[in-house]
């Protein structure tokens, strides 16, 4: 593969997309997580609420301000690296990027400051409000951003004119075909991801015997929300993969590895598919289940990927994988829901080691498998960047050199790595130290205020020299 | 006719829209920004802490006037976004860089011990260089940029001259006057004496580079210099240097006279002034020298879309912005916090 700016510039959206979804990944859960902690300890009064919320708040403050500055790299790597695209499609896109910053990131970042370091400042009341605000404006955001992606895998409402694109009906344009399917399906996935962090967590502290009443309550809380969502997420997934099939075959082909298509497909559950010679290698199946999931039937026709020009094909080879990931780690969840079930009625959650050491190991599944489904999807979209209108090919940026994409991409490689670094290191340090104890509300209140306002904590974490 | 009409309207509305949340943008990160260039000059590492701790609550929403700013033009007018941003691309990588850095230098630096200078030095440098950038893009914006069927047709290095490095120059000192003036709002004692010292040396590095861009600007560009020294507009634009002068004036006088708030509102009243000013040298266009903001706008259906929700949004961010500045009025005074 030959280095140009067009390969450069898709790496780099990769990798800089690929680390910032990881925060709002696990900060969209977080901030309904945390608002429903304040609002519990508005109602109740009890201090654990309060302290399991200023825990999770200062966590989140960590999460928040990496996913800000890694945010704005992609505001403006639109219209560095993709010029073309950015006057192609700004008609249509634009406002519902425009859309997400007005209504979704102001509000995040003005409540976020009062909810961080307004607790002293303000009535308790607006204080659950900045919360409750900081979880809408998440929402908000992914409202707004799946809305923009889920138009370039299937675009709708709109006329093209001297090459550029119009709209005609707005409706449409926000409420694309794919748009329901993959709002819902990435909306679950973002509460599953925190759900098995917090649960991780709390599983964490219960084996090293520490912060018991915070770790079975966020351990219990966490663990029910997995055990409805697992399985809803499991049909949704299905849903979203139906939608798909009826607006882009190609893609449903190449994560199936299926090549030739018709009535009767198999289920593909290992193979490495071969692009030159179009087959699969050691390819293992099960008779006919492709088509009774995708069509309900057995005898149901199912694309293959010999159905499309060669340069309508998207590559096989990665979302071949990364789809099966994601699939495996879904039903894994689903595991974990049923074997807490058992613990539960059993009355044993809170006594079983070993479930404790899987919860740990958990904690990072949901990141793996967003990341896995978001290279499905779109490496699947390949190689088109608006599906069946534009192809990526054409939207790069024309005067956009191979050095200069280089230093870019090598640039943000250094910097990332440095930052995600550290912050990785520092997110580590607050979760070892774990929540501080709070009053519950009816005894004094404790006099002392937070010293430095970001850090709720009255000391550094890092240990002294 | 009607149509057209109609259509010019609506534009002019986004042109005041982006202009407006790029102003807003360079007002509110300019002196948190500001904040960063000056901090390590600081007398005392408390006083580093008090600094961070005026904007804490308030930097990553100062940020976001930036990305309303970006997605404004790809909106209302997605030619600039497609054109400028590509000619800037080096400029803005420092930049994006610049203020990775100096974001998560909030987060980490009160989290760290041992390794807290290097998140000094973050947010030193991030703050310094993501300024220059934003300078630099500034004056290059200001020369040109060269466009052919609706790209970018410069080199990588296009935006490299003399004069855009000096502007990148100029916003550093500008932007560490409006985090001067800011301090001396927020803070009390040796921190803030030092700051009204620091401000007046840094007004007349300011003023003496207002004069210069204004002056260098028409030789720049003819039709700038058509538009300020020709008859009539010689005359009615003369205001713009005189209230300036009054502004200069103003300032001087509320730094001598230890007025606390005064210093912040004017310098903020400087920059209004230089931004009015840079706006008539080049209306109407969005893309000097050859793109006006008409040939830019996005047809009305877009537009019209955007409006309807900017019509209630944008008043609304005006409201809670004001409260959150309200909630957190008051001076802040070593690292114990709010008070």
């Known amino acids: 593969m030959e280095l140009d700016p067009l390969i450069l510039s898709r790496i780099q959206f990769a990798f800089t997309i690929s680390f910032h979804i990881l925060f709002p990944s696990f900060t969209v859960g977080l901030a309904c997580w945390i608002a429903l902690l304040e609002a519990l300890w508005v109602g109740t009064g009890k201090g654990i609420y309060r302290s399991l919320s200023e825990f999770w708040t200062r966590i989140f403050a960590l999460s928040f301000g990496l996913g800000v500055v890694s945010g704005i790299v992609m505001s403006y790597q639109f219209g560095t690296n993709w010029s073309r695209w950015s006057d192609t499609v700004g008609n249509v896109l634009g406002p519902l990027i425009q859309y997400e910053v007005v209504t979704a990131f102001f509000l995040e970042a003005a409540f976020l400051g009062i909810m961080l370091f307004g607790r002293d400042r303000v009535p308790r009341g607006i204080h659950l409000m900045a919360a409750c605000l900081v979880a809408l404006g998440t929402l908000l955001s992914s409202f707004w951003i799946l809305s923009a992606n889920s138009w370039m895998h299937t675009p709708a409402g709109f006329e093209i004119r001297d090459g550029r694109y119009f709209v005609t009906d707005w409706w449409q344009v926000v409420f694309n075909p794919s748009f329901p399917y993959r709002l819902a399906h990435m909306v679950t996935a973002m509460f599953l991801t925190t759900s098995f962090v917090v649960a991780g967590i709390s599983a964490f502290y219960l084996l090293t015997r520490r912060h018991f009443d915070h770790a079975k309550l966020g351990l219990s809380m966490a663990l029910a929300l997995i055990t409805v969502l697992a399985p809803l997420q499991i049909f949704l997934g299905d849903e979203h993969g139906l939608n798909t099939l009826e607006h882009q075959p190609a893609k449903i082909a190449a994560m199936e590895g299926n090549w030739e298509g018709g009535p009767r497909a198999p289920l593909i559950l290992f193979g490495i598919p071969d692009v030159e010679k179009e087959t699969n290698h050691w390819e293992v199946g099960i008779p006919a289940l492709s088509s009774l999931i995708l069509t309900h039937d057995f005898d149901g026709s199912v694309p293959g990927l010999k159905q499309f020009p060669v340069d309508e094909r998207p590559d096989p080879r990665i979302i071949f994988w990364t789809f099966r990931l994601m699939v495996g780690i879904g039903f894994l969840m689903l595991a974990v829901a049923v074997v807490h079930l058992v613990l539960r009625f059993r009355g044993r959650l809170y006594g079983s080691d070993w479930f404790f050491r899987v919860l740990v190991g958990c904690m990072p599944i949901g990141f793996i498998a967003i990341l896995a489904g978001w290279f499905t999807t779109e490496i699947g979209r390949q190689p088109w960047v608006v599906y069946g209108h534009m192809r990526t090919a054409d939207a790069v940026t024309p005067s956009l050199t191979t050095e200069a994409a280089l230093i870019s991409l090598l640039s943000f490689v250094v910097a990332y790595a440095i930052i995600y670094g550290a912050g990785t290191y520092y997110l580590i340090r607050l979760l070892r130290i774990g929540p501080t104890h709070v009053h519950d509300a009816k005894q004094p209140p404790e006099a002392q205020r937070p010293k430095r306002p970001l850090s709720a904590t009255d000391q550094s974490i890092e240990p002294a020299e | ?339």
């Open chain 2, 1 to 339: 006719m009607q149509e057209i009409a109609e259509g010019s309207l609506l534009t002019l509305i986004w042109v005041g829209i982006v202009g407006f949340a790029v102003f807003m943008y360079v007002l509110m990160d300019g002196f948190d920004l500001g904040i960063g260039i000056l901090y390590p000059f600081a007398p005392t590492e408390e006083d580093r802490d008090t600094m961070m701790n005026t904007v804490a609550p308030v930097w990553d929403f100062n940020e976001t006037w930036l990305i309303l700013g970006g997605a404004g033009l790809f909106a209302a007018f997605p030619i600039a976004y497609a054109v400028v941003l590509p000619a800037m691309y080096i400029p803005l990588l420092v930049m994006l860089i610049a203020l990775i850095f100096r974001g998560v230098a909030f987060e980490f630096r009160f989290k760290a011990r041992a390794g807290r200078h290097w998140w000094n030095r973050s947010f030193f440098f991030g703050s310094l260089l993501a300024t220059f950038a934003q300078g630099v893009i500034l004056g290059s914006f200001i020369q040109g940029i060269p466009v052919e069927g609706r790209q970018f047709v410069g080199g990588m290095l296009h935006w490299l001259s003399p004069f855009a490095l000096f502007c990148g120059a100029m916003l550093v000192v500008g932007y560490a006057l409006l985090g001067a003036t800011w301090l001396i709002w927020r803070t009390i004692g040796p921190l803030q004496d030092w700051c009204y010292r620091m401000a007046r040396g840094l007004m007349l590095v300011v003023l003496a580079g207002v004069a210069v861009v204004s002056l260098w600007t028409p030789f720049l560009l003819p039709q700038i210099a058509e538009r300020w020294f020709s008859m009539p507009n010689m005359i009615f634009l003369s205001p713009v240097p005189i209230v300036t002068a009054v502004l200069a004036f103003a300032l001087w006088r509320a730094i001598d006279n230890s007025r606390e708030v005064a210093p912040f509102v004017l310098s903020m009243a400087l920059f209004a002034l230089s931004y009015l000013g840079l706006a008539i040298s080049l209306w109407p266009h969005l893309i000097p020298p050859g793109v006006t903001v008409w040939e830019a706008a996005s047809p009305p259906e877009t537009q019209v879309f955007l409006l309807v929700g900017m019509a209630f949004l944008i008043p609304s961010i005006l409201g809670y912005t004001a409260y959150s500045y309200w909630v957190f009025r008051g001076k802040v005074t070593g690292s114990f916090g709010y008070h």
